[in-house]
């Protein structure tokens, strides 16, 4: 099958800032209606990449292709900027009403008057903020101001918005509210979206594709799942949270299913690496089960580790316990489990886990 030609297609884009490449891009390509999010550490280059996307900030080598032509300062800038738009982690809003705020845009764009009114309130009322039109921006919490900052971009109707860590100055109630708002209206007007964030949670809610990035490279490009349950080395999926990472070395397999000894113990994975091949397994928390006794024979889990609780950490919902299984691992658990199984530092476990929970990397 054919796939159609992408929206926006970056060929080897190179940013250099104090004589310091600080973005190298082979390739990306971003197809119309996809929402595709940047993860990476701070200084990964994510802001960078959006800056250099939007036009923000100049590359010094490689192309930017929009719907099929090259966008330079000679060719198809004006259309490109038209058709696009950015907010920003912190709002940027002028000394005025919210509605003249939303309608900015509009009039910088030349639209017709009797469109502008329209256009402003049904992009307020989109982002549940109609009731605040003739209020003066700079007295909006900031939720309110993100929202504004927001219905400002979609009041446009761009073909490309781009999102620079929107939500990482906003309390938690706030940025739940308003991630879920942006998720049914992106699904809603099918906007194309390149966001930056560190947070994988937001990347997983909204994402089409995730993209991570670190040193001003992408590692990784792929959907959630690839991303979070396959990731290619050991930097991604400590990353997305897969906090056990253990070496180890293929002693064999069969049908399907290897054998990693991990210092003294031996793990079943999924593979069929040879023996004597030196790989990483990698599991993730949630995919680990505790019981008080040994579940051998009531589950289909072909790892089951007696195990000592080395420390457990509050994590609002749910709880982090620290294992020592002749192998550090983490596991996460609900409060009632943590209860039920009666769990306390220095207190002896059983740890399961599937053969398809552990990734493996080679190395």
Same mark, same amino acid.
């Given at each position: 099958?054919?796939?159609?030609?992408?929206?926006?297609?970056?060929?080897?884009?190179?940013?250099?800032?104090?004589?310091?490449?600080?973005?190298?891009?082979?390739?990306?390509?971003?197809?119309?209606?996809?929402?595709?999010?940047?993860?990476?550490?701070?200084?990964?280059?994510?802001?960078?990449?959006?800056?250099?996307?939007?036009?923000?900030?100049?590359?010094?080598?490689?192309?930017?292709?929009?719907?099929?032509?090259?966008?330079?300062?000679?060719?198809?800038?004006?259309?490109?900027?038209?058709?696009?738009?950015?907010?920003?982690?912190?709002?940027?809003?002028?000394?005025?009403?919210?509605?003249?705020?939303?309608?900015?845009?509009?009039?910088?764009?030349?639209?017709?008057?009797?469109?502008?009114?329209?256009?402003?309130?049904?992009?307020?009322?989109?982002?549940?903020?109609?009731?605040?039109?003739?209020?003066?921006?700079?007295?909006?919490?900031?939720? #309110? /101001?993100? *929202?504004? =900052?927001?219905?400002? @971009?979609?009041?446009?109707?761009?073909? !490309?918005?781009?999102? +620079?860590? %929107?939500?990482?100055?906003?309390?938690?109630?706030?940025?739940?509210?308003?991630?879920?708002?942006?998720?049914?209206?992106?699904?809603?007007?099918?906007?194309?979206?390149?966001?930056?964030?560190?947070?994988?949670? #937001? /990347?997983? *809610?909204? =994402?089409?594709?995730? @993209?991570?990035?670190?040193?001003?490279? !992408?590692?990784?490009? +792929?959907? %959630?799942?690839?991303?979070?349950?396959?990731?290619?080395?050991?930097?991604?999926?400590?990353?997305?949270?897969?906090?056990?990472?253990?070496?180890?070395?293929?002693?064999?397999?069969?049908?399907?299913?290897?054998?990693?000894?991990?210092?003294?113990?031996?793990?079943? @994975?999924?593979?069929?690496?040879?023996?004597?091949?030196?790989?990483?397994?990698?599991?993730?928390?949630?995919?680990?089960?505790?019981?008080?006794?040994?579940?051998?024979?009531?589950?289909?889990?072909?790892?089951?580790?007696?195990?000592?609780?080395?420390?457990?950490?509050?994590?609002?919902?749910?709880?982090?316990?620290?294992?020592?299984?002749?192998?550090?691992?983490?596991?996460?658990?609900?409060?009632?489990?943590?209860?039920?199984?009666?769990?306390?530092?220095?207190?002896?476990?059983?740890?399961?886990?599937?053969?398809?929970?552990?990734?493996?990397?080679?190395?």
């Amino acid at each position: 099958m054919t796939l159609p030609s992408p929206l926006l297609d970056v060929k080897n884009l190179s940013v250099t800032r104090g004589g310091v490449e600080v973005l190298d891009i082979p390739s990306l390509a971003i197809h119309g209606g996809e929402v595709l999010t940047l993860i990476g550490p701070n200084g990964a280059g994510k802001s960078s990449l959006l800056l250099a996307l939007a036009c923000l900030i100049r590359a010094e080598h490689g192309s930017i292709i929009f719907k099929g032509r090259h966008v330079n300062a000679d060719n198809g800038m004006l259309n490109y900027r038209r058709n696009i738009t950015m907010v920003f982690q912190e709002p940027l809003l002028f000394d005025t009403t919210v509605f003249r705020n939303v309608a900015a845009g509009l009039k910088i764009r030349k639209v017709p008057g009797r469109e502008i009114k329209g256009a402003a309130m049904a992009a307020l009322a989109r982002f549940g903020i109609g009731h605040l039109a003739g209020r003066d921006a700079k007295k909006l919490s900031g939720g #309110e /101001a993100q *929202r504004a =900052s927001l219905a400002r @971009a979609f009041a446009l109707k761009p073909e !490309i918005v781009f999102l +620079d860590e %929107p939500f990482s100055s906003l309390d938690p109630p706030t940025r739940e509210a308003l991630i879920d708002d942006l998720h049914a209206i992106l699904k809603e007007t099918k906007t194309t979206t390149i966001m930056a964030t560190h947070d994988i949670m #937001e /990347a997983l *809610r909204l =994402s089409d594709r995730i @993209a991570v990035m670190k040193d001003g490279r !992408i590692l990784q490009i +792929d959907s %959630p799942d690839e991303v979070v349950n396959h990731p290619v080395d050991e930097f991604v999926a400590s990353f997305v949270g897969m906090e056990t990472i253990l070496d180890g070395n293929v002693t064999g397999s069969e049908k399907g299913i290897m054998a990693v000894t991990v210092g003294t113990r031996v793990i079943c @994975a999924v593979g069929s690496l040879g023996g004597g091949e030196k790989v990483r397994c990698g599991i993730r928390p949630e995919q680990v089960i505790l019981s008080a006794s040994s579940p051998e024979g009531d589950t289909s889990a072909r790892n089951t580790f007696e195990s000592r609780i080395t420390k457990i950490v509050p994590l609002g919902l749910f709880y982090k316990v620290y294992l020592d299984c002749g192998f550090p691992m983490t596991a996460y658990v609900t409060q009632p489990s943590l209860e039920n199984l009666s769990l306390r530092e220095g207190a002896a476990v059983f740890a399961s886990f599937k053969a398809t929970a552990v990734h493996v990397i080679r190395r």
